[in-house]
């Protein structure tokens, strides 16, 4: 991990005007991002996630972004004109979507996929675009690159597309990578491959992560910090290997919600919330 | 080999031969028979519930009972109905529809000279709609509930609420009779008519096979309001089914990975998610083109367009019996083909549904 800060951002919050009323999905969300593994933790509708999509400028159509800061080496994200969005989005930060099944265009080919996003940012020709996708696909541990590369997407199994989708994110060479619950639609026999997969050509390639997932146990092997998430707010940023010396109520309920494979075999504890832990 | 291996790989040998592209040809052209047989069997049964009497027809109403059995056995409707519907079937098959009452012609013969007509004016008819239709239609939907969108709604209403009849005179009385911007009705001015010599029926190709260009640009002039009339209509329809595809396909998750990939506006909605708008526009588009195909009787009939409508509508009124069978079974076998070709075009576009 170097001191060197990639991303920094400042009270980051969220807001979506619905029918029934404002919703703030993110509340004031701080964190600086050096080169290194953060994780996002929190169960559904903590704003994990609108957090990840707010750092490329996504949210939906009805949602408001507001922040003291949030800036990306020297490029202030908070104010991009759509041009200037397209020379970060892909080329500089990226973002491995959740499940291959709909995050990948059914009608096109997965190497034509995979070259769009390279010929986006890299003036290259047909062919040479074409070599270094099928290098990209080796790269993911697909063995058989040149099939899969004329395939489309419903021809290849769920690990074997979010290891195409892995690809096709890397391939620009980003500096930061957001994986919005990379494997939560894999199943559990492929997880722990595809997040290996990742792992490494994120630490052979220098880039940063931000690991967003539900999965305390699974963000805490692979990443090197924590930011825990309820409602909104950050209730605990803690080092991966610390996690057993948590603080927060809400932390620690989390973990305990872990089944353990030795001895005590009794009920599980419900998850218990206090509606203080939102205000924070 | 042990027979059940053996047994296995056959298995597997005809399930492949099944899902090959001879396999998918193979079905077509069973499913594409089965369809025919079933609309004979109807056109057939519809001919003789009727209450029209063939015979009767032909020999008229003074005829001696003697010659009215004689005519009878000759027009084999004696037979019983099984052997009537194969002798139909096998007529059909060889062209034959029998002769036209009205026009004294074989009625395959008739059918030759007005399907083209029709056929000339639906293609363009389509062609206009889709290339006007489809753009306006992803124009309303990137500008949901802006004032684009409002304009191409309000236009769009507009077309399908005008009675086509009214919109065809007030047509002919601006662009032809006020500004004369285009011919009137018919297919040629009167006065060339008989100059062509009607190879494949179409005007705007058979002029071109002649090499007659002041010709084709009389029939292009001809074609082009009754053609626009009706693709105002078809646009009408491409256009609000291509706004609500496009805003399904818009929310869709593989939107979003291409937005994070960097890619422009531009590309994501014309090559990502038209590309995907296309597989359920294709049955869209086939259908209006069906129904064009079927002739508009009234545009037809305002424009003096001698195509299949109004000549099974004149049939019809005539009770020309043949005439009207033929032109169901051509209407009929169009729905039919129409249908197949979308069939093809669905495989080709969606790659999910080859198999």
């Not at chain 1, 990226?94 to 997965?110: A, E, F, G, H």
């Amino acid at each position: 991990m170097s001191n060197e800060t990639l991303l920094s951002v400042k009270n980051l919050e969220v807001t979506f005007n619905t029918p029934k009323g404002d919703v703030h999905a993110v509340r004031g969300v701080s964190f600086n991002l050096g080169r290194e593994r953060l994780g996002i933790v929190g169960e559904s509708g903590s704003g994990k996630s609108q957090t990840g999509r707010a750092i490329l400028g996504l949210t939906a159509a009805n949602g408001k972004i507001t922040a003291d800061q949030m800036t990306f080496h020297d490029v202030d994200l908070a104010n991009l004109t759509p041009k200037q969005w397209r020379k970060v989005r892909g080329a500089r930060i990226s973002m491995i979507m959740q499940d291959p099944k709909y995050s990948l265009n059914p009608v096109m080919t997965i190497g034509d996929q995979i070259i769009e996003a390279y010929r986006e940012h890299h003036k290259v020709n047909a062919k040479e675009a074409r070599h270094r996708a099928i290098d990209m696909l080796d790269a993911v541990k697909i063995r058989d690159p040149e099939r899969v590369f004329n395939s489309y997407p419903h021809e290849v199994s769920g690990g074997m597309g979010q290891r195409v989708m892995i690809a096709m994110m890397l391939i620009p060479d980003p500096e930061l990578i957001i994986a919005d619950e990379p494997t939560s639609a894999l199943d559990v026999t492929v997880q722990l491959q595809v997040m290996a997969i990742l792992d490494d050509l994120v630490r052979d390639r220098g880039m940063a992560l931000i690991f967003i997932s539900h999965d305390l146990q699974l963000v805490s092997s692979f990443c090197d910090r924590v930011l825990v998430m309820y409602q909104g707010h950050v209730v605990e940023e803690i080092k991966a290997s610390a996690l057993h010396e948590a603080k927060h109520p809400y932390t620690k309920g989390l973990l305990n919600c872990l089944p353990k494979m030795d001895g005590d075999h009794s009920d599980l504890p419900i998850l218990e919330r206090e509606a203080s832990w939102a205000e924070g | 080999m042990s027979a059940v291996k053996r047994k296995k790989r056959d298995g597997r040998n005809r399930a492949r031969f099944a899902s090959g592209p001879t396999g998918t040809f193979l079905r077509l052209v069973f499913s594409l028979a089965i369809t025919f047989f079933g609309l004979l069997l109807v056109t057939f049964l519809i001919g003789r519930v009727l209450p029209i009497d063939p015979v009767l027809a032909a020999v008229g109403d003074h005829a001696s009972q003697s010659t009215y059995n004689r005519v009878r056995e000759e027009m084999g409707l004696n037979l019983p109905l099984w052997q009537q519907f194969f002798i139909y079937v096998s007529n059909v098959l060889q062209g034959d529809f029998g002769q036209s009452v009205l026009t004294s012609n074989s009625v395959l013969y008739d059918i030759k000279r007005v399907f083209p007509a029709t056929l000339e004016l639906a293609t363009i008819a389509t062609i206009i709609g889709v290339a006007l239709g489809i753009p306006a239609g992803v124009f309303a939907a990137i500008n949901k509930g802006k004032w684009p969108d409002h304009v191409v709604r309000v236009i769009g209403l507009a077309g399908h609420s005008m009675p086509i009849f009214w919109l065809g005179l007030m047509g002919l009385l601006v662009f032809y009779m006020k500004l004369d911007w285009v011919a009137g009705p018919g297919r040629l001015d009167s006065f060339y008519v008989d100059f062509i010599e009607p190879t494949t029926g179409l005007m705007l190709v058979d002029t071109l096979i002649e090499g007659d260009i002041d010709l084709f640009w009389n029939a292009v002039s001809h074609i082009v309001l009754p053609a626009s009339i009706l693709a105002y209509f078809s646009l009408a329809y491409i256009a609000r089914m291509t706004r609500s595809f496009m805003l399904e396909q818009l929310s869709q998750e593989y939107i979003l990975t291409a937005r994070v990939k960097g890619i422009s506006e531009h590309r994501i909605i014309w090559r990502h998610a038209l590309g995907n708008v296309m597989v359920p526009l294709v049955t869209v588009i086939a259908l209006s083109y069906a129904n064009l195909l079927e002739g508009s009787v009234l545009t037809e009939i305002v424009f003096a367009w001698p195509g299949l409508g109004l000549y099974i509508t004149n049939s019809l009124l005539n009770a020309d019996m043949n005439a009207v069978l033929g032109g169901t079974i051509v209407v009929g076998a169009v729905f039919i083909s129409v249908n197949m070709l979308s069939d093809v075009l669905y495989r080709l576009l969606d790659p999910r549904a080859r198999r």
